[in-house]
């Protein structure tokens, strides 16, 4: 079974740039992720998809991020415009179900904001 | 709020050494907890969990005990090998859409 792949893996931008990132769950994962993991500490959830619906948005900073599902499989982030504390590591999760005790995670995208 | 505390710092140990690794949280209900470990050049992946209060997780060799009166979720494996080498997150999840919040995690580094 193939996993949780995510694009690209690495990432340079100058402030104030826009940026994508692209994630393809494991198939038939009604569920996804996109946590935000900041160097030297653990994840923090920005956004919850149950298909191609929100659950939870509540920690993403919607003046500069945004998310879609479309079609409830791939998802993208995007940020725009970047500041240099959004450089860190943006990982996409997937589960079976919403409830579902494990997460299926992604290799990250590193991004680094100069 | 919700949050988790793990014991600040990396491990480094020798080969078939006794490792722990503490994990303390705070939490308004009775949340299911978890650690999750990550491989070097690997996505995070679940270690073990326990979904209430003296359950005991295990895999791989590693046990951790869900203990209410202390909010303590600290994990232990006997004998580690060089393979252990990884980064390992507590983390909890308080309700039906299994939201986690991860503590800082730990680097263990382990030597032959």
């Known amino acids: 079974e193939a996993g949780v792949a995510q694009s690209p893996r690495y990432k340079i931008i100058e402030k104030r740039q826009s940026v994508a990132f692209w994630c393809n769950p494991i198939?038939?994962?009604?569920?996804l992720y996109w946590y935000q993991q900041i160097l030297g500490q653990g994840p923090k959830l920005l956004i919850q998809f149950q298909n191609n619906g929100v659950v939870d948005d509540s920690q993403l900073p919607k003046d500069r991020f945004s998310a879609e599902r479309l079609k409830g499989v791939d998802s993208t982030l995007k940020i725009q415009p970047a500041k240099l504390e959004d450089s860190a590591v943006y990982l996409c999760?997937?589960?079976?179900?919403?409830?579902?005790?494990?997460?299926?995670f992604g290799p990250g995208t590193r991004l680094t904001v100069t | 709020g919700n949050s988790v505390t793990q014991m600040e710092g990396p491990v480094t140990l020798s080969e078939e050494a006794f490792l722990t690794i503490n994990c303390t949280y705070t939490?308004?209900?009775?949340?299911?907890l978890f650690w999750y470990v990550q491989y070097p050049g690997e996505g995070l992946q679940l270690l073990l969990k326990a979904t209430k209060a003296d359950d005991k997780g295990s895999n791989k060799g590693f046990e951790a005990t869900y203990r209410k009166e202390t909010t303590s979720f600290h994990l232990e494996k006997g004998s580690v090998q060089v393979s252990d080498s990884a980064v390992y997150f507590c983390?909890?999840?308080?309700?039906?859409?299994?939201?986690?919040?991860f503590g800082k995690g730990n680097q263990v580094v382990v030597i032959p």
């Open positions: 999760a997937s589960s079976t179900r919403q409830g579902a005790y494990e997460q299926y």
């Open positions: 983390a909890l999840s308080l309700d039906g859409n299994n939201r986690l919040a």
């Open positions: 198939s038939g994962h009604a569920t």
């Open positions: 939490a308004t209900g009775y949340p299911s």
